[in-house]
C-alpha cells in the first residue's frame, strides 16, 4: 500500500499534492513524504502550515513563480535531476493536486527523460476544495451534471481556450488563475449564450484563516472586488452555501 520511497543508489523524487492550504487537507501519503524529506522543493502557493510539517533540518527551496519573478521552469527541472542524483529525498510540493495545472506533468516528463521515476502523490484541487469551502458542490443534480476546470491565464504557445463552447454546454465552469482576466472572461461567457444573471462566487486563499468569498452575477464580475489567488465558480451551483443552508435550519 505504502510503496518504499527511498533508493538509496538514485534518491527519490515525490510530486506532492499539498491542497488548497489547510494542512487537515493532506492525503496521508503526503504528510509522511513531508515528515521524511530531506529538500522541498515548493511553490509560492504552498502555506506555511504545510511546510511546517517537514523535519526543521530538510532544507527548503523557494521557486515560486509569482508574475515577473520566479525560477523558469527549466532550472526547476534541473534542480530537481541534481537533487534526485545526489541521492537525496526529494518532495516536490505544489499547490493543491500536482497534475491539475502548475506544470507538475512537466516535471514528471523532465525527470523520466533522465531516468528518473517520480511518485506522484494527488492532493485535493483547489478547484474542488476551494469551491467546496465555500459550501459549493460543483455538480448538483437538476443544477449541473458536469463541471469544467479551465485556465484563465493565457500564455504564449497554449491553446486558447474557447469560453463560448464552454458557455454552450452548460455545467459549472472553474476558473483557476483567472482573477486579472475575469472582465474577458465573463464578456466571453455571456457571449456564448449564458445569462448575465448567472451566479459566480470567487473563493480567495480557500481553507485558509484568510479565506474570503465573493458571489455576484457575471454581470457583476468585471467589478467585484477579487484578489488573486482565488477560485472563480460560475454558474447555477454557485448561489448555493450548504453551510448557511444548516445555519439557518439550526435557528
Ligand atoms: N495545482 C493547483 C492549481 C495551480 S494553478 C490545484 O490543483 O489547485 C494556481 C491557481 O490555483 C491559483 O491562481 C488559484 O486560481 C488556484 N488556487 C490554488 N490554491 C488556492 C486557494 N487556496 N484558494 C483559492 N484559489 C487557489
Not at 38 to 48: C, G, I, K, Q, R
Request: charged content about 20%; some cysteine; hydrophobic content about 45%.
Amino acid at each position: 500500500m505504502n510503496a518504499p520511497h527511498h533508493d538509496t543508489a538514485h534518491g527519490h523524487v515525490s510530486l506532492v499534492g499539498a491542497g488548497p492550504g489547510d494542512p487537515d487537507l493532506l492525503t496521508v501519503r503526503a504528510a509522511r513524504r513531508l515528515a521524511d524529506a530531506e529538500v522541498v522543493v515548493h511553490d509560492a502557493l504552498v502555506s506555511d502550515a504545510v511546510l511546517s510539517l517537514a523535519p526543521a533540518t530538510a532544507e527548503r527551496i523557494d521557486v515560486g513563480k509569482r508574475p515577473g519573478q520566479g525560477v523558469a521552469q527549466d532550472l526547476i527541472n534541473v534542480l530537481l535531476v541534481r537533487l534526485a542524483r545526489e541521492g537525496k529525498r526529494v518532495v516536490r510540493l505544489k499547490g493543491g493536486d500536482p497534475f491539475v495545472f502548475g506544470r507538475g506533468g512537466e516535471e514528471a516528463v523532465a525527470l523520466a527523460e533522465q531516468g528518473i521515476v517520480c511518485e506522484v502523490v494527488s492532493g485535493i484541487t483547489s478547484a474542488i476544495g476551494a469551491p467546496a469551502a465555500a459550501g459549493i458542490p460543483v455538480t448538483y443534480r437538476g443544477l449541473s451534471a458536469h463541471f469544467t476546470v479551465v485556465t484563465g491565464h493565457r500564455q504564449r504557445g497554449e491553446t486558447p481556450v474557447d469560453w463560448q463552447s464552454l458557455a454552450k454546454a452548460g455545467g459549472t465552469i472553474v476558473v483557476l488563475m483567472g482573477v486579472a482576466q475575469r472582465a474577458e472572461i465573463a464578456a466571453a461567457v455571456v457571449e456564448g449564450g449564458l445569462a448575465d444573471t448567472t451566479p459566480v462566487a470567487a473563493v480567495h486563499r480557500a481553507t485558509t484563516g484568510e479565506q474570503t468569498v465573493v458571489r455576484c452575477s457575471l454581470r457583476e464580475l468585471a467589478t467585484a472586488p477579487i484578489e488573486s489567488p482565488a477560485v472563480i465558480v460560475i454558474g447555477a451551483v454557485a448561489s448555493l452555501n450548504v453551510q448557511s443552508i444548516a445555519a439557518a435550519v439550526e435557528h
